[in-house]
């Protein structure tokens, strides 16, 4: 008689998921927050898809507030997914990095 | 890392440059030191300062040897992400219990590779660039961090477990716990440092808008290793043209609780505004202020440097700051050189110069009372400036009260030698002493 396969709950739980358990998961304020900045990181994406741009301009084109554009734009430059490039008008331009 | 012991010499509460001066002072003469630090990184405020005044060093390449000596010191055993909880005197030593908080990895296998942090899919403020910069929940404090360890902030940790996939050394450590642990020592040496007044402290200032910020906020801006990589404006990253500091913005004002003078703010106003006429050319910099006050050794002349170099000091005191369409800012202004009158200007970024406060508060970890300036009191003032209320207490750097680098160092060194003298007077060894061989 073959051995039955054990089931999902007789495995045993990934250290990764004792302390998920243990905290309760995440709280429904840091979902909304992740789930915000990845939204905010798309549509930053997309714009400079198009091509060089400002603060001010990314911030027209996303429709969001320049001041969160901004710590979203340096938090992407901090992981190398972001450069910046020359002035224009007082203002830096930037860029995605070559594929 | 070997465990903590349950005996030394001295524990030196805080690794900021005062704390780290003590304990190697201490650990040069020969004695056994716990430098216990409650951030995942020594280094205190100084690391993460661009220059320091009047010599324009760069401070993290003067900060970095010292916390580099402490660590490895053979005599000073290192104790980051570690909070004291109680200090208990015990005869003429204390009894210290201390609670090391988890990094959640294996801090002997942990090489600092950064992997865990390029894997990590959240970013949240930077508390070491003032919230102005990222980090990951997951994360190395920053480039100069000693230890080069990371750790995981759970409050922000999203459990996807990405971490643990990429590590290279199988570090990441889930179920770690917090460790109450005991130790008994024969001196403490309080040095727990500064902050600066909260910028909500004076609401006309506008300390909440973007493009106000405080003195320590501009120190990362200016830094090579900063947030923006250079000067820019957090509001919509323009390159500030026009930039203001208002003085005694958070310092000598009993509405806001701090009557004292912070001592360090119109130096470090200077060297901030001197650097951003060469950061920036052609950038106007204009200092609203009291009166200077630049007291040390070569500042004055450092004073006449900024001038001469085209920062454009202002008598006058700023009753308030607002913010235009544009996110630039309009100070209005009471001009104390030109019979009081009243002027409006526009800049582009203004810079509130807080004072100093107390980091820390002994209330409920250690018998000893704090001033009432909330610094901790010092009795004898003039002929034993580390004494605090408790014999065998000492306290070093801006703890005690407001001042520069100089003096937090000088002081710190004085600390370490009452402890000495303290511990010598008493006979206290932590362990037993090595036999001289003649």
């Keep these: 008689m073959p051995e039955s396969t054990p089931s999902k709950a007789d495995k045993p739980k990934r250290a990764i998921e004792v302390l998920r358990e243990r905290h309760g998961g995440m709280s429904k304020e840091l979902k909304e927050y992740f789930n915000e900045q990845q939204k905010i990181y798309k549509a930053l994406r997309a714009a400079l898809k198009n091509g060089p741009r400002t603060v001010p301009e990314l911030a027209k084109d996303c429709n969001l507030p320049a001041p969160a554009v901004m710590w979203h734009l340096m938090a992407l430059r901090r992981y190398g997914q972001v450069l910046d490039g020359p002035e224009e008008n007082g203002y830096l331009l930037y860029t995605l990095p070559r594929a | ?438």
Excluded at chain 2, 175 to 190: F, L, M, S
Aim: glycine share 10%; hydrophobic share 40%.
């Design chain 2, 1 to 438: 890392m070997a465990d903590i012991r349950d005996r030394y010499d001295a524990l030196v509460i805080g690794g900021g440059i005062a704390g780290m001066q003590a304990a190697l002072d201490l650990g040069e003469q020969g004695f056994e030191v716990l430098l216990v630090e409650r951030t995942p990184s020594i280094g205190g405020v100084m690391v993460g300062l661009n220059k320091v005044f009047p010599t324009l060093d760069c401070s993290s390449c003067i900060c970095t040897p010292r916390m580099a000596e402490s660590a490895h010191h053979p005599r000073i055993r290192l104790q980051t992400y570690t909070e004291v909880r109680q200090v208990e005197p015990v005869g003429t030593g204390f009894r210290v219990e201390l609670e090391c908080k988890p990094r959640y990895l294996n801090e002997d296998t942990c090489i600092g590779c950064d992997e865990c942090e390029l894997a990590c899919p959240i970013e949240v403020p930077h508390e070491f660039d003032y919230g102005l910069g990222a980090r990951r929940a997951i994360y190395i404090p920053h480039g100069n961090a000693i230890p080069q360890k990371a750790v995981l902030d759970l409050e922000h940790c999203i459990f996807c477990g990405k971490c643990e996939k990429v590590c290279p050394t199988s570090c990441i450590d889930f179920t770690a716990e917090a460790k109450q642990v005991r130790v008994d020592v024969g001196t403490v040496i309080v040095a727990t440092g500064l902050e600066i007044l909260p910028m909500d402290k004076k609401p006309e200032y506008g300390g909440m808008l973007p493009n106000v910020m405080s003195p320590l906020a501009m120190e990362r801006i200016q830094s090579s290793n900063g947030p923006y990589g250079r000067v820019l404006r957090p509001a919509d990253g323009k390159i500030p043209r026009s930039i203001a500091y208002i003085q005694c913005a958070g310092s000598r004002d009993r509405s806001i609780g701090v009557p004292y003078c912070s001592r360090v703010c119109c130096m470090y106003a200077l060297k901030q505004a001197l650097l951003l006429r060469h950061y920036i050319h052609g950038v106007e910099v204009a200092l609203y202020y009291m009166d200077i006050r630049a007291f040390g050794k070569g500042y004055e002349q450092f004073y006449r440097r900024a001038v001469a170099e085209g920062v454009n000091v202002i008598k006058g005191k700023v009753a308030r700051v607002t913010q235009a369409d544009n996110f630039d800012l309009i100070l209005r202004v009471e001009l104390l050189d030109e019979g009081g009158r009243v002027d409006e200007h526009r800049y582009d970024l203004v810079v509130l110069s807080q004072g100093l406060i107390a980091a820390w508060h002994p209330d409920g970890v250690i018998d000893i009372e704090d001033a009432d300036d909330g610094f901790i009191h010092t009795p004898e003032i003039k002929l034993n400036p580390s004494f605090t209320t408790m014999p065998g207490v000492f306290v070093g750097g801006v703890a005690a009260g407001p001042k520069d680098i100089p003096d937090a160092i000088v002081e710190a060194g004085e600390a370490a030698m009452a402890a000495a003298n303290y511990l010598k007077r008493y006979r206290w060894r932590s362990s037993k002493p090595v036999a001289a061989v003649a």
